[in-house]
């Protein structure tokens, strides 16, 4: 595809759900980003994914979330036991660390918990 | 953890040359600056990023102080369309470094 693909772009949740947020990211981009955006604030980190390397979840705020990345290519957020303060844009990125080094970004996903 | 300090907003006329600064006085020799910015409710879109030398496209240009402790964004003739956070970011150009995101510059461009 042309850019980073997020699905759905909206989603609404009841608190105590589970919710999975898909990531397709450039073709053939090594590294997968997934950050997190609430209401008038900056983006907030939360794991990094570099080829067959382990990854880095130093971001995640808690055990109610995880992601995997199948194949090197798709990504998969998912958040078990939703809460209102996981309300939020999920942003992805996706970076072709060899040649250029700019981040692309998804259009991200909103989620509201209610 | 952002490592790199603007202030919260700025205005600018319609057509006149935006100058946004950047202050990021702990950069390590090998972390390039990266400019990214945010239109309302879109992802961060990539500007410009530069490590020592001046650096000019066809968004912006970047202008690093020599002792690269500071730099400059510079929107040549602002459009309405340019209104947007703007992020400076330091990193390292390569694999397994994040991109810290601070709470950027709102840049709002004034007819």
């Known amino acids: 595809g042309a850019g980073v693909s997020q699905s759905p772009s909206n989603k609404v949740t009841e608190k105590g759900k589970d919710v999975e947020l898909r990531c397709d990211p450039i073709?053939?981009?090594?590294?997968l980003y997934w950050y997190r955006q609430s209401l008038g604030q900056g983006l907030e980190f939360l794991i990094y994914f570099q080829g067959n390397s382990a990854p880095d979840k130093s971001g995640l705020p808690s055990d109610r979330f995880s992601a995997e990345r199948t194949g090197g290519s798709v990504s998969t957020l998912t958040i078990q036991r939703t809460q209102q303060e996981d309300s939020a844009v999920y942003l992805c990125a996706s970076i072709l660390v060899q040649d250029r080094p700019e981040a692309f970004f998804g259009q991200g996903t909103r989620l509201t918990v209610v | 953890d952002a490592k790199t300090t603007q202030p919260p907003s700025m205005d600018c006329a319609e057509g006149r040359a935006a100058n946004l600064p950047c202050n990021h006085s702990t950069i390590s020799g090998n972390e390039y600056v990266y400019w990214y910015r945010q239109i309302h409710s879109q992802g961060p879109q990539y500007i410009i990023h530069g490590l020592k030398n001046n650096e000019t496209n066809e968004m912006a240009s970047l202008i690093i102080t020599e002792d690269r402790k500071s730099s400059t964004l510079i929107l040549p003739h602002a459009t309405l369309r340019d209104t947007a956070v703007y992020y400076c970011?330091?990193?390292?150009?390569?694999?397994?470094?994040?991109?810290?995101f601070g709470t950027g510059t709102s840049l709002t461009v004034i007819p």
């Open positions: 970011i330091v990193r390292v150009a390569t694999t397994g470094n994040q991109f810290y």
């Open positions: 073709s053939g981009h090594t590294a």
